[in-house]
């Protein structure tokens, strides 16, 4: 099925991601710039395929339904680890290219930067999760309002 492709994807990616942080760990200097925007690159596509795999459960019967929305969760409970694991990794890897040649005022100037950026995508992505959680309660309604309409029209029928 279209999920199981979704899934194996997914789960390729995720593997992908954990070998890129564990090279941007181990790597210092210029190297770890490109790591970084691939790492980025990758955890936007396993956002995107969960949220695929979203839409693909919708149409799919009850008891598959809650199987594989219990999957979902554990993917995005997985994807969130990964991206705080990068975050780490990445803040770890930015300080020491800091500490090269750069006085200690620069320094600390760069990394308060850095934190205040830092506390800036957290606000971002907590409102980009605020708006998924409102369009779930607004698909979630939508389709509860058709149920109504159609009992509605069945009872009228009667």
């Known amino acids: 099925s279209l999920f199981d492709a979704y899934d194996q994807e997914f789960t390729s990616i995720s593997q992908d991601i954990n070998k890129n942080i564990n ?21 936007s596509q396993a956002q995107d ?3 695929q795999m979203e839409v693909e459960v919708r149409s799919l019967d009850p008891a598959t339904k809650k199987v ?8 995005k409970k997985s994807t969130s680890s990964l991206k705080s694991d990068f975050e780490r990794a990445k803040e770890q890897a930015q300080r020491s ?3 090269g040649d750069k006085s200690v005022e620069q320094r600390q100037r760069l990394l308060d930067t850095n934190d205040k950026l830092s506390r800036q995508n957290e606000m971002i992505a907590n409102a980009h999760r605020t708006v998924a959680e409102t369009e779930d309660v607004a698909a979630e309604i939508t389709t509860e309002l058709a149920r109504n309409r159609e009992k509605i029209l069945s009872s009228r029928a009667k």
Do not use: C, F, V
């Open 49 to 51: 395929l969960i949220k």
């Open 68 to 75: 594989l929305n219990e999957k979902l969760q554990q993917y």
């Open 23 to 43: 090279e941007l760990k181990r790597t210092s200097g210029g190297a770890s710039g490109g790591t970084i925007r691939h790492i980025e690159n990758l955890l």
């Open 97 to 99: 290219n800091l500490i």
